[in-house]
C-alpha cells in the first residue's frame, strides 16, 4: 500500500510540473488559432471563473478528436467553456506541430481535464456540457496515470479508456 502511495504522489508531482512547464510555454499563444501555432504541440485555456477541486492522483481527460478543418472552431468554444468555469479546471488542444503520438494526421485532439475520474458524477456533468457544445459523437475518457505510463493507442495499447461515451 505504501508503495502505492508513493507511486501516486511520484505520478502527481511529475504530470503538474510537466503541465505546469507546457502552459508556461504556451501563455504567448492562449488567443492564438491551434491551426496557425506551429512552434509548440498544445495550447492551454484554464479557468477563470469559480472553483473547482485541485487534481488527485486519479485525475483525467475527455479527448475530443476534430478534423483539422474544425480545430479552432471547436477550441474556440472549449476555450470559453473553460474560461467561464462550464467545466473542469484547463483543456488544451494539438497545434500544427506534428506530434509522432498523434494517431491521424488529418485530426488534432482537445483534452477537457477533470480532477478525479473516480468522480463519476462530475466525469459526467463536464460530458453532458461538452454535448452542449456540439461535441455529440462518443468520446474517450483516459486517465493522466495512463499517459504518464505511455499508453497510447499508437503504441499498442487498447481499452485503455476509463470512459467512452
Same mark, same amino acid.
Given at each position: 500500500?505504501?508503495?502505492?502511495?508513493?507511486?501516486?504522489?511520484?505520478?502527481?508531482?511529475?504530470? /503538474?510540473?510537466?503541465?505546469?512547464?507546457?502552459? /508556461?510555454?504556451?501563455?504567448?499563444?492562449?488567443?492564438?488559432?491551434?491551426?496557425?501555432?506551429?512552434?509548440?504541440?498544445? %495550447?492551454?485555456?484554464?479557468?477563470?471563473?469559480?472553483?473547482?477541486?485541485?487534481?488527485?492522483?486519479?485525475?483525467?481527460?475527455?479527448?475530443?478528436?476534430?478534423?483539422?478543418? +474544425?480545430?479552432?472552431?471547436?477550441?474556440?468554444? %472549449?476555450?470559453?467553456?473553460?474560461?467561464?468555469?462550464?467545466?473542469?479546471?484547463?483543456?488544451?488542444?494539438?497545434?500544427?506541430?506534428?506530434?509522432?503520438?498523434?494517431?491521424?494526421? +488529418?485530426?488534432?485532439?482537445?483534452?477537457?481535464?477533470?480532477?478525479?475520474?473516480?468522480?463519476?458524477?462530475?466525469?459526467?456533468? %463536464?460530458?453532458?456540457?461538452?454535448?452542449?457544445?456540439?461535441?455529440?459523437?462518443?468520446?474517450?475518457?483516459?486517465?493522466?496515470?495512463?499517459?504518464?505510463?505511455?499508453?497510447?493507442?499508437?503504441?499498442?495499447?487498447?481499452?485503455?479508456?476509463?470512459?467512452?461515451?
Amino acid at each position: 500500500m505504501k508503495e502505492k502511495i508513493k507511486k501516486d504522489k511520484k505520478n502527481k508531482r511529475s504530470s /503538474k510540473s510537466v503541465k505546469a512547464k507546457q502552459r /508556461k510555454i504556451s501563455s504567448p499563444y492562449s488567443n492564438a488559432k491551434p491551426s496557425e501555432v506551429t512552434d509548440i504541440y498544445w %495550447i492551454y485555456a484554464t479557468r477563470k471563473k469559480g472553483k473547482y477541486p485541485k487534481p488527485t492522483p486519479r485525475s483525467g481527460k475527455w479527448l475530443i478528436f476534430v478534423s483539422l478543418k +474544425n480545430v479552432d472552431e471547436v477550441w474556440a468554444k %472549449i476555450k470559453k467553456a473553460v474560461e467561464e468555469g462550464k467545466l473542469g479546471d484547463s483543456a488544451k488542444v494539438a497545434t500544427a506541430k506534428p506530434n509522432p503520438l498523434a494517431t491521424d494526421p +488529418n485530426a488534432k485532439v482537445i483534452c477537457v481535464y477533470t480532477y478525479d475520474y473516480t468522480d463519476e458524477k462530475d466525469v459526467k456533468r %463536464i460530458r453532458e456540457e461538452l454535448r452542449k457544445l456540439g461535441i455529440t459523437n462518443k468520446i474517450p475518457y483516459k486517465a493522466d496515470e495512463d499517459t504518464l505510463s505511455g499508453k497510447y493507442r499508437i503504441t499498442g495499447h487498447k481499452r485503455i479508456s476509463k470512459y467512452y461515451e
